[in-house]
């Protein structure tokens, strides 16, 4: 590879044999003379000696110079190896190779040694050009003549453009080809003949008016559409949104009309489409405890006729409490004999229906309180009274046994008696002493003592 | 390679140009890089004062690693020097355009190795076997394998 230096390099840095700067530098270590590689190895080729001081020299006796050297000679300056085809790069030594291969504008894929391509000058705009190249540069060559094709001028081919759009001879169209006009012909005619005679250009202000108008509503329809498809686009997200509601809500959604039509007729229906395990089973205790307890207050300030249904003309049937707006109700009142308690009221809305079912589990829980209470209560008057019976009970039982104590204490006194004395007083005498009441001389108590009279005859 | 020795044929030449020749040596002419002439003149007080001779270098492709075919130019009236080294066809006996050519030596340096081979000439004489040496001479010296056997010249 030769090479161009930008600077000339110091004498000191060039190998003597091919007097340029060291390339690949290597250092004889017999004699310590620095040459290129491949100059000293030719040398050596040549003459089996050092080119310098004679000695005796082999391929063996060479080592890599100093890097010192190597970096001297490979930062020098050089110029693009393809100046000579107009690359004006210039860079140190050792980065020259990655420009010729990488980034060098001139660069050959054949290689770096290929000779330069023999140009020819064109003869008429005098750029050079290579030899098959001339060719398609001919025709094309800005400073080759041509014909106006209107006027037959003749003038360089660069300056034709320039030409066309201002000989007198070329063919135009009218100036109101877009609003219509067909007329066509050479260029001094338009403004001479045709513009006064065009009907185009007489209405050329209100074309004028009506394109600004168009454009202004063209740009406003742009600007709609625009807006037309954000809002596309948000009323998609917003019935995602409400798609996702209406799922969540699940049987509590209910389009408007659905809600008009079962206020309307009482709520008769819309027991029927909740599903089974929505719709109250048994809350006829508290509800019937309530109606006991509570008077409905607001019960008058409701329209007689959307709350007949709740109220039938049967004394027992439930009130509602109040603060329980429409939670429980519908449908109740028709079926009055066998569902006592109404299903939940879909008419309002989730959150009402959520106040009044939490309404009724407070409500059920105070029910389920107070039945406790009382059956407490119930259940120690129970234990109570059973205590009292059971002590009569015993009382007679006692009783009992004392009246078998006694009949047996007269056989025993006929038996004795018999064999004794004989008729010897049967109350005077105690044959059994161990007896818990003593000697029976008017011991015996009452028997109407042994009866208890109230809760006995329930027993 | 044939470029490596126009190169460095080029940047002698430029030496040449730039830097003059050394005293008693002029570039006669140097058209291309295959063949250039100088004249020789030996100055100072010697056999061959006032004398004037015309040197050939002739190039190969191998230069500088192969040595130039040199020798004295003799036609048109120009004639090599009488020297005992010197053969009358214009060949040179001389080592160091032979085996002891090194690629470190140039053309100046081989001018003045000649020159001062010239000056320090004691006897005007042709070589002994110049006859026959020259009967039978390639046109090429660097075809002849001299035998170098004088030193002291």
């Known amino acids: 590879m030769l090479l161009n230096y930008v600077q000339e390099p110091n004498s000191n840095l060039l190998c003597c044999i091919c007097r340029t700067p060291f390339n690949e530098p290597v250092t004889t270590r017999s004699c310590s003379h620095t040459f290129c590689r491949d100059c000293i190895t030719q040398a050596?080729?040549?003459?089996?000696?050092?080119?310098?001081?004679?000695?005796?020299?082999?391929?063996?006796?060479?080592?890599?110079?100093?890097?010192?050297?190597?970096?001297?000679v490979d930062e020098l300056v050089v110029e693009c190896i393809h100046r000579s085809s107009g690359c004006t790069f210039t860079c140190q030594r050792q980065l020259l190779a990655a420009h010729v291969m990488d980034t060098c504008p001139y660069r050959t894929t054949a290689g770096e040694e290929i000779e330069d391509v023999q140009s020819v000058p064109c003869s008429l705009c005098g750029a050079e050009f290579a030899l098959e190249d001339l060719e398609e540069h001919t025709p094309e060559c800005a400073a080759s003549t041509v014909n106006c094709e209107f006027c037959t001028l003749e003038l360089a081919r660069s300056e034709l453009g320039s030409h066309t759009g201002t000989c007198s001879a070329a063919i135009i169209p009218c100036v109101q080809v877009s609003n219509g006009c067909r007329w066509t012909g050479p260029r001094t005619d338009l403004k001479s003949q045709h513009t006064p005679s065009c009907p185009y250009e007489a209405l050329s202000g209100f074309f004028e008016l009506h394109n600004s108008k168009f454009a202004r509503v063209a740009e406003e329809n742009l600007f709609l559409r625009h807006r037309?498809?954000?809002?596309?686009?948000?009323?998609?997200?917003?019935?995602?949104?409400?798609?996702?509601?209406?799922?969540?809500?699940?049987?509590?959604?209910?389009?408007?009309?659905?809600?008009?039509?079962?206020?309307?007729?009482?709520?008769?229906?819309?027991?029927?489409?909740?599903?089974?395990?929505?719709?109250?089973?048994?809350?006829?205790?508290?509800?019937?405890?309530?109606?006991?307890?509570?008077?409905?207050?607001?019960?008058?300030?409701?329209?007689?006729?959307?709350?007949?249904?709740y109220f039938p003309a049967e004394a027992d049937s439930f009130e509602r409490r109040p603060g329980w707006d429409a939670p429980f109700g519908a449908g109740s009142g028709t079926a009055n004999s066998q569902n006592t308690v109404?299903?939940?009221?879909?008419?309002?809305?989730?959150?009402?229906?959520?106040?009044?079912?939490?309404?009724?589990?407070?409500?059920?829980?105070?029910?389920?309180?107070?039945?406790?209470?009382?059956?407490?209560i119930a259940l120690s008057n129970e234990t109570r009274r059973l205590n009292e019976e059971v002590m009569s009970l015993r009382a007679n039982m006692h009783g009992l046994r004392m009246q078998v104590h006694a009949i047996m204490m007269d056989r025993n006194a006929q038996v004795t008696g018999r064999s004794g004395e004989g008729g010897g007083g049967s109350n005077s005498v105690m044959p059994n002493p161990m007896s818990p009441l003593g000697p029976g001389d008017g011991a015996w108590p009452p028997p109407a003592r042994f009866f208890y009279p109230g809760p006995g005859g329930k027993l | 390679m044939a470029s490596i020795a126009s190169r460095r044929l080029a940047k002698e030449l430029s030496e040449i140009k730039s830097e003059g020749c050394p005293v008693g040596i002029k570039l006669v002419k140097a058209d291309d890089f295959a063949t250039w002439w100088f004249t020789i003149e030996v100055m100072g007080e010697s056999l061959?004062?006032?004398?004037?001779?015309?040197?050939?270098?002739?190039?190969?492709?191998?230069?500088?690693?192969?040595?130039?075919?040199?020798?004295?130019?003799?036609?048109?009236?120009?004639?090599?020097?009488?020297?005992?080294?010197?053969?009358?066809?214009?060949?040179?006996?001389?080592?160091?355009?032979?085996?002891?050519?090194?690629?470190?030596?140039?053309?100046?340096?081989?001018?003045?190795?000649?020159?001062?081979?010239?000056?320090?000439?004691?006897?005007?004489?042709?070589?002994?076997?110049?006859?026959?040496?020259?009967?039978?001479?390639?046109?090429?010296?660097?075809?002849?394998?001299?035998?170098?056997?004088?030193?002291?010249?």
Request: hydrophobic share 35%.
């Open chain 1, 44 to 72: 050596i080729s040549h003459a089996r000696q050092c080119p310098v001081d004679r000695s005796v020299l082999t391929l063996d006796d060479l080592v890599p110079a100093n890097s010192i050297i190597r970096s001297l």
């Open chain 1, 228 to 309: 037309l498809e954000v809002l596309e686009s948000r009323v998609q997200t917003q019935q995602r949104d409400l798609n996702s509601a209406k799922t969540a809500l699940g049987p509590w959604f209910r389009s408007d009309g659905v809600y008009a039509h079962s206020s309307n007729n009482g709520g008769l229906a819309s027991s029927a489409d909740l599903p089974l395990d929505l719709q109250p089973g048994s809350a006829s205790t508290s509800s019937r405890r309530y109606s006991q307890a509570d008077t409905s207050p607001t019960f008058e300030q409701h329209p007689p006729d959307a709350l007949a249904a």
């Open chain 1, 342 to 376: 109404a299903p939940l009221n879909l008419s309002t809305t989730l959150e009402g229906s959520l106040t009044g079912v939490r309404a009724s589990v407070v409500a059920l829980g105070g029910a389920v309180d107070s039945l406790a209470r009382r059956s407490d």
């Open chain 2, 48 to 153: 061959y004062q006032s004398e004037v001779y015309t040197l050939q270098f002739r190039f190969d492709a191998q230069y500088p690693i192969s040595s130039p075919a040199v020798q004295f130019v003799v036609k048109d009236g120009l004639e090599a020097p009488i020297h005992p080294h010197v053969y009358s066809n214009g060949h040179i006996c001389a080592s160091i355009l032979g085996n002891e050519w090194s690629p470190v030596l140039s053309v100046t340096a081989v001018c003045v190795t000649l020159q001062s081979m010239l000056a320090s000439c004691k006897k005007k004489e042709r070589p002994v076997d110049n006859d026959r040496y020259v009967r039978n001479a390639p046109e090429n010296p660097k075809k002849t394998q001299f035998e170098y056997h004088d030193d002291s010249v």
